[in-house]
């Protein structure tokens, strides 16, 4: 795949916008893992090095276009500055206007500036092309370090590439080449492990998966919804009624394809609000009716070691249970332990992707073990479907320095 690196802008001594995913995960006001934030560093050393003002955007959460205080970026300061070995960092208390130019004006060469959450405006995700122009006209140079986000023809992935010369991170160029070098020479039988609570948003990517992969498995709170869909009674879990068409689709597009899926046969369910209290492991058929679906069940995971050790490749997203409450880890971490042996022991190649299945993995101390480890969720999965991304798709066909940029109005 071709496209523009650092190495083929003009960098020195420029103003540098570089967006980031610092969507990671947090707990109380503190970040709980920096995977990626580590993961920025050398596209941030190779722009301090330049003598760069870096000038950093980043979205987090689902704010909706109004400005939400618990989901401020200013937190990321301090584990920003961690990561760097204390090196300052400043912050602008927004992310287009005064508070930004004021912000970024200050900067002296080799200094960082994070801007506050794009998406406390809701002409980010719009894609609205005059709040590109006005974050464009931050800096010179516009550096795509969001793998993870590209997925969204937001304004800061697509429209900021219409007003500068852009060209992809160190991350960005990491995750490409690695995903793509694995999964094109990938053995099958090739197994998807999918999960986690971002169901309405992964389920369709279910659709075109089951055409790739030999085995889908389906776990955390996305399996409640195909649960659901075949008639059983969740209780009070996390569930998206209005998505059991999808599912049912989902399933049939699988018989075609001749994709087998693994489903919960029996989950471990707990009372809302009372976690790791009164947990127990039922069969699907007999969920109550007043509890929560809060992770999948032993025989379910004995079902999954089964595929695992039958595959030559496992892809996977998304937790198996809400692991951030014990007791409700354990699946994860034991498909966490399984996949880990396996790859050790040469049988497998192995790819995880997601800020929580991630997190999840370093948890259980075990992500080193992967073969890969890509910092996106749902751009993983789409772009393991073959689909082009917007945000790559914006630096493949990047006009850098013929004076063909177009310039919206
Ligand atoms: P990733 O960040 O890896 O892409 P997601 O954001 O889609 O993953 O989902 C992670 C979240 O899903 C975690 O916070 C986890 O607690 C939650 N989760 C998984 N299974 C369940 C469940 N059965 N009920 C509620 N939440 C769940
Ligand atoms: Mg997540």
């Known amino acids: 795949m071709k496209f523009p690196r650092l190495e083929d802008v003009d960098v020195a001594g420029k103003t540098v916008l570089v967006r980031t995913d610092l969507n990671v995960p947090m707990q109380g006001g503190k970040v709980t893992n920096n995977n990626r934030i580590v993961r920025l560093l050398p596209t941030l050393n ?22 939400v205080p618990s989901m401020s970026l200013a937190p990321l300061v301090d584990a920003l500055s961690e990561a760097m070995d204390g090196k300052e960092i400043q912050f602008g208390v927004d992310c287009i206007g005064p508070a930004a130019s004021d912000a970024v004006a200050k900067l002296k060469p080799g200094e960082i500036v994070l801007l506050e959450n794009l998406r406390f405006h809701a002409e980010e995700e719009s894609g609205d092309a005059h709040f590109a122009r006005e974050l464009a006209s931050l800096g010179d140079v516009f550096i795509n370090d969001a793998f993870s986000a590209s997925h969204r023809a937001h304004a800061s992935i697509t429209g900021l590439a219409s007003f500068l ?5 160190r991350l960005m160029e990491e ?16 197994t998807a492990i999918v999960g986690g609570s971002k169901v309405s948003t992964k389920l369709e990517l279910l659709e075109s998966l089951v055409g790739r992969v030999d085995n889908l498995v389906i776990g955390g709170a996305m399996a ?49 609000g009372l976690s790791g209290q009164g947990n127990a492991c039922v069969s699907i058929e007999h969920i109550p009716h007043g509890m929560m679906v809060l992770d999948i069940g032993n025989a379910t995971l004995r079902n999954i070691g089964v ?23 354990v699946s994860t971490i034991m498909i966490a ?6 790859t050790a022991g040469g049988t497998i190649k192995s ?11 370093a948890i259980a101390g075990l992500g080193e073990t992967f073969s890969y480890l890509s910092t996106a969720g749902g751009a993983f999965l789409e772009y393991l479907e073959g689909k082009t991304l917007p945000g790559i798709t914006m630096l493949i066909e990047a006009k850098n320095g013929t004076g063909k940029i177009k310039v919206h109005a």
């Open 337 to 342: 332990r399984e996949i880990s042996t396996l």
């Open 175 to 190: 995750e490409l080449s690695s995903i793509y070098g694995i999964f094109s020479t990938a053995k099958k039988p090739i």
């Open 224 to 272: 409640n919804t195909f649960l659901l869909a075949q008639g059983h009674n969740v209780g009070k879990s996390l569930v998206e009624a209005n998505m059991k068409a999808t599912a049912k689709r989902v399933l049939e597009m699988a018989k075609k394809k001749n994709c087998n899926i693994v489903l919960p046969v029996d989950v471990v369910v707990g009372e809302p």
């Open 351 to 361: 790819i995880a992707g997601g800020g929580d299945t991630v997190a999840a993995l």
């Open 165 to 169: 010369p852009v060209a992809a991170g």
């Open 307 to 329: 595929c695992l050790r039958e595959s030559k490749t496992v892809i996977w997203n998304g937790p198996m249970g809400l692991f951030e409450t014990r007791p409700f880890d």
């Open 46 to 67: 190779y722009l301090i090095k330049k003598k760069c003002r870096i000038v950093l955007l980043s979205h987090f959460d689902r704010p909706k276009g109004k400005f």
